[in-house]
C-alpha cells in the first residue's frame, strides 16, 4: 500500500522517561503502518508500552526519538498549538470509565467537543442527536449519565468521540469496566463504525476476546512489536 492510504506511520520511534538514575524504554523502536478505515486493538503485557503508543499517536505524549505520521502531520516535531487542534479536529478519544459530564445531559456530553469548535446551540443538538440514534440511543438524549447503564454511557462516549467527525478513534480498554455481554455489544458497535464511516480505531486492551473483534493484532512486549495478526473473518460474521 502507498502512503496515500495509511493513515498512521511510525518509524522507529522511541519514548523514554528518567526515572531518577534509571532509564526505562517504554518504547523501544517502534515501526507501525496502520491503513485507514482499520480496527486495530493493541495487546500485550503490562508494561509493554501499550498506552504509550496510543498517547504518542493521540497526541498526549512526545516521543523522545523516530516519527509518528498521522494524516499529514509528524506529531513529534508539531508545534504545541498543532497538537492542540489535532487532538481537538481529528482524533476521538474512549476511555475505560467513560468519563462523561455527570451533571450534563447525554445529548450535551455529545455535542461538547461542537461547542469547543464553537458550532452553534441547535446545530450542535441536531448532530448529537444524529449520533446517539447511530449509537442506538436516540430515546435516551436527555438522560443523565446517572440514568444510564454502564453500556449505555460508553454508547454516549463512542458518540461523542464521533462528533467532530475524527478521522481516528483511540480507545485505552474500553470494555474494561462493562461486563462480558454488554461489552460485546460495545465492540460491535465498534466494529459496525469502523465498517460504515471509514474511521480507523486504535483500541488498547488486555482481552484477548475483544481484541478478536479487530481487523488487526498488535503484540507488543518491551516496547516493541512482537507480532501483527491479520484477523480473518467469515461472511457471516461480518454480517
Ligand atoms: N510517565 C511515566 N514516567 C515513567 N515511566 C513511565 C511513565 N509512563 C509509563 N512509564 C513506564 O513505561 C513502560 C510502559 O508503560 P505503558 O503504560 O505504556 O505500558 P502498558 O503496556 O500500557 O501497561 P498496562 O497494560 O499495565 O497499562 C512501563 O515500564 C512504565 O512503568
Known sequence: MGQASSLIRTTNLQR?????KNTVQALAGVDLEIERGTFVALVGPSGSGKSTLLNVIGGLDRPSSGEVWVDDLELGHAPD??????????????FQSFNLLPTNQAWENVALPLMLAGRGRSERRKRAEHLLDQVGLGDRADHRPAELSGGQQQR???????????????????????DSRTGRDVLLLM??????QQVTLLMVTHD??????ADRIVHMRDG?????EIVERTAEAVA
Open 81 to 94: 498549538k498543532k497538537l492542540v487542534s489535532f487532538r481537538r479536529d481529528r482524533v476521538g478519544f474512549i
Open 208 to 213: 484477548m476476546n475483544a481484541a478478536s473483534y
Open 224 to 228: 516493541i512489536i512482537e507480532q501483527i
Open 156 to 178: 454516549v462516549a463512542i458518540a461523542r468521540a464521533l462528533a467532530n467527525d475524527p478521522v481516528l478513534i483511540l480507545a485505552d480498554e474500553p470494555t474494561g469496566n462493562l
Open 16 to 20: 523514554t522517561y528518567q526515572m531518577g
Open 191 to 196: 466494529q459496525r463504525l469502523v465498517r460504515e
